[in-house]
């Protein structure tokens, strides 16, 4: 969790908080939605999507 808070650091630091926070909003969205078709689809898929959820919206609070 600490590492992925210097990350989210660097890169807000680099590209600015607010296309962070929006990146981060959208590709959580678009995990979020994709889970019913991973879910059909096979469990590995569907564990990678929960993952990337997971790792999106990890650093929305350091943004908010």
């Known amino acids: 969790y600490i590492s992925s808070q210097i990350i989210a650091g660097a890169l807000a630091s ?3 908080s607010k296309l962070m926070l929006i990146m981060g909003m959208f ?3 678009l995990m979020t939605l994709l889970v019913p ?3 059909r689809w096979n469990y590995k898929a569907l ?3 929960r993952v990337l959820t997971g790792i999106s919206h990890v ?3 350091q943004f908010c």
């Open 37 to 39: 078709v991973t879910a």
């Open 14 to 16: 680099k590209f600015g």
């Open 47 to 49: 564990i990678a999507a």
């Open 59 to 61: 650093n929305l609070f």
């Open 27 to 29: 590709v959580g969205s």
